[in-house]
């Protein structure tokens, strides 16, 4: 019986181990897939997708990049992308640390009102808000434009990120706080001087997840994006699809070169991401 209770932690452990190898496979699997695909001709891609390529066909790369069947290049849909996905983090996340500060420090039932408002927003799928803000941009004559796309996503993104550094700022010391209000400091003040500096890996946490999905966020960008100069990278490579076929070659070398800067960036803010997430966890 002894033994059997010393084995079961070893046993669970190999089936932890396994579990995450299992999950790991099954996320790289579909990135390498791509990868290889998007160096093959597209006979290889249709009749052998799970092998590698006989020859590397790196002209895919070069269709990509200069488009086809519309004629619209890669980097036209790249930009689009960088506005609408900059805008929304910016505005989304400034404005819902702003909400989420402000509720922490609320001492009124209103706050958690707030609180509970926001949480019901987040619940609420995307998809019941397209046809709304469809009419509104046509009645307001910004359809097709990526900028007033970006501020839509803020609108969306505010709650999610009110909350979330809602519970950040709940852990704030409260003794800084105190020390600066005596000292005569405002709100405002205090925010920006003490709070925010010190909160930057929470910000920069909630940034970076509203980044992910908004770089690839194809739905509402597809119903409000109509003309073709004005699509960002998830619409935009529906181009490689015609009526009749597909140049599979071209379609997955966009596919990598669109999540390309996803992986740079995170590679560049890793690090400060998990050190700004460390001492948010030791305060």
């Known amino acids: ?3 059997r209770q010393n084995l079961l932690p070893t046993v669970l452990k190999i089936l932890g181990f396994l579990c995450l190898g299992l999950w790991t496979l099954a996320t790289i699997a579909p990135v390498l ?3 290889l695909s998007s160096v093959k001709v597209q006979t290889e891609i249709i009749s052998e997708p799970l092998s590698l390529p006989e020859r590397f066909a790196f002209d895919n ?3 990509a990049w200069e488009g086809t069947n519309l004629g619209e290049p890669l980097i036209t849909f790249a930009r689009n992308s960088l506005i609408a996905t900059s805008s929304g983090v910016v505005i989304g996340v400034g404005a819902g640390t702003l909400a989420g500060y402000a509720i922490t420090r609320s001492q009124t039932r209103f706050g958690g009102l707030l609180n509970r408002y926001f949480v019901l927003l987040i619940t609420l799928p995307f998809v019941v808000t397209w046809i709304p ?3 509104l941009s046509d009645r307001l004559g910004v359809l097709s434009n ?3 796309l970006g501020v839509m996503y803020a609108a969306r993104l505010i709650p999610f990120a009110a909350v979330m550094m809602r519970a950040y700022f709940s852990s704030f010391p409260l003794d ?3 020390a600066a209000k005596i000292d005569g400091s405002g709100e405002l003040s205090l925010f920006r ?3 925010l500096p010190l909160s930057w890996g929470g910000v920069i946490a909630v940034s970076l997840v509203q980044v992910i999905f908004l770089w690839n966020e194809l739905g509402l960008g597809q119903v409000l994006l109509l003309s073709p100069e004005s699509r960002t990278l998830p619409v935009g490579l529906t181009q490689f699809r015609g009526q009749y076929g597909a140049d599979y070659g071209a379609l997955f070398a966009s596919l990598v070169l669109t999540i390309a800067p996803i992986i740079v960036l995170y590679a560049f803010t890793e ?3 998990t050190e700004g997430l460390r001492m948010g966890a030791m305060k």
């Open 271 to 273: 690090r400060k991401l």
């Open 133 to 135: 803000l469809f009419f």
């Open 1 to 3: 019986m002894v033994k």
């Open 61 to 63: 790369y070069r269709r």
């Open 193 to 195: 001087r003490i709070v």
């Open 146 to 148: 990526p900028l007033a």
């Open 33 to 35: 897939g791509s990868l």
């Open 176 to 178: 800084l706080i105190e």
